[in-house]
């Protein structure tokens, strides 16, 4: 019998995936999904499901969902990506990471199967999710998309709600350059009479919102009649003229969350509009579902990596924040942390080459100290280029950085996460702020240093 270890070189091996190698890994369309499918059962039929996508927030918001169901009693599949730490942070259910005997034994049954189809490493995980989720006789799944929506392997599934978090320039090779492009594919997981949740709006992509959800019969006339199964969670409550009450307090700190958390109230009080029954069991989501949900989001569900803090002294926090959409609130929160404390800002920070890196860089702030570095994925950018392309940026925009004492800031490369961190703590005084991020990678690498 192979170990686990075999199993994950296996995967990887065969099946390039997406957060190692990039491009060459993704499979647009569902030919191999549901070739797969149809292999394994149809599993995606045997449990209902929640389908969330979106440029940034969708992990956040996949994992508050999740929590507010576990309170509110049922049995809850959760399916993300990427992984931090350990790949069965992929696949949950009840915030339990899929046990390693249930991953050697998926790839064990079906090996000669997935050697002969050659689907991409997403694929073979999400068709190993939905699988142990219908084995496991979930009440519901919460799924993120993997990559943009409308040719997501994901997009086989008929949920019981679809939800668009926000839309920002990102895989831009894959989805389109400009903001409706992007919107227009995301949009594709909107389905015929089936509700849908928009988290955030702008004038570029509310229309191709509203066309799709004519397309699909979910508009009603003027956004205000109650056949209408469209919500803009920016802009209303259940209707376009309702404000949204104040959502409840929530163990995530990023300031980003709070849209997060407006978008993930709206569609669990949507879903608990909708006479849902669950084997069985007619679905009730209170207030105090929900609240308590928020309250224990990382307790209850595993979610790490946004704006958590690691250590104290010096106070050391990360953040999975990875492209100028995400990175413009991660510096907003880090300024305004910076303000109130007298130590020096310490950044360590890497990015992978399919990102915004060029707008990224004008958007760090120029008073800190900064550990470029690079992730073990063969798509980071080299610690050295990055050192020198934040360095052009500077003199681009006519910044001179200098610390809170006025002394010169000499800013340094390092080949690894680790070295990058241990250099930040070496350097840092008790009341210094070191932040690590840029990437998932760069996280996930810090993740396992702290632990």
């Not at 142990?132 to 949920?159: C, H, M, W």
């Not at 007298?342 to 120029?366: A, E, S, Y």
């Not at 932040?435 to 760069?442: A, K, T």
Request: hydrophobic share 35%; net charge negative; aromatic share 8%.
């Amino acid at each position: 019998m192979p170990s686990y270890q075999d199993i994950l070189d296996y995967l990887y091996a065969s099946q390039p995936a997406f957060h190692n190698v990039g491009a060459a890994a993704y499979k647009p369309g569902l030919t191999n999904t549901y070739a797969l499918m149809e292999h394994l059962g149809n599993p995606h039929t045997r449990f209902q499901s929640i389908h969330i996508a979106g440029t940034n927030g969708k992990g956040s918001t996949s994992h508050l969902i999740a929590a507010a169901l576990q309170c509110a009693g049922l049995k809850v599949g959760l399916y993300t990506s990427p992984h931090l730490v350990d790949f069965r942070e992929r696949i949950r259910i009840n915030g339990q990471t899929i046990p390693q005997e249930a991953v050697i034994r998926f790839v064990t049954t079906h090996r000669a199967f997935l050697d002969e189809l050659q689907p991409s490493f997403f694929e073979s995980t999400m068709a190993m999710a939905f699988d142990y989720f219908a084995q496991e006789k979930v009440d519901i799944a919460v799924v993120e998309v993997g990559l943009g929506g409308r040719l997501d392997s994901t997009n086989i599934i008929t949920p019981l709600l679809s939800v668009i978090t926000n839309i920002g320039l990102d895989h831009t090779e894959f989805l389109g350059n400009t903001l409706p492009q992007i919107a227009a594919e995301k949009a594709g997981i909107i389905k015929p009479h089936i509700p849908c949740v928009i988290g955030e709006t702008d004038p570029e992509t509310e229309p191709v919102f509203l066309s799709k959800a004519q397309e699909c019969d979910i508009l009603g006339d003027g956004l205000e009649t109650t056949n209408c199964r469209l919500w803009f969670a920016d802009q209303c409550g259940y209707l376009r003229r309702c404000r949204l009450r104040e959502v409840p307090s929530c163990e995530l700190h990023g300031i980003y969350q709070d849209k997060n958390q407006q978008t993930a109230y709206v569609a669990l009080k949507v879903l608990n509009n909708t006479n849902i029954t669950l084997n069985g069991k007619q679905l009730l989501i209170t207030p105090a579902h929900i609240a308590d949900g928020f309250a224990q989001v990382c307790q209850l569900t595993g979610l790490r990596g946004r704006w958590e803090m690691l250590s104290t002294q010096p106070l050391t926090i990360c953040d999975t924040g990875h492209n100028s959409h995400g990175i413009r609130y991660v510096v907003e929160q880090l300024n305004d942390l910076h303000r109130t404390h007298q130590g020096q800002l310490r950044i360590v920070f890497g990015m992978v080459n399919d990102k915004d890196v060029d707008v990224v860089l004008t958007l760090l702030p120029h008073d800190a100290t900064y550990y470029f570095t690079q992730a073990q994925t063969h798509r980071a950018i080299p610690a050295e280029q990055l050192l020198s392309l934040y360095s052009k940026s500077q003199i681009t925009n006519n910044q001179s950085p200098i610390t809170n004492h006025q002394s010169p800031i000499t800013n340094q490369s390092f080949s690894s996460v680790q070295a990058a961190i241990q250099a930040a703590q070496a350097d840092a005084s008790p009341n210094d702020i070191i932040f690590i991020g840029g990437s998932n990678y760069v996280v996930g690498e810090a993740l396992s240093q702290f632990s």
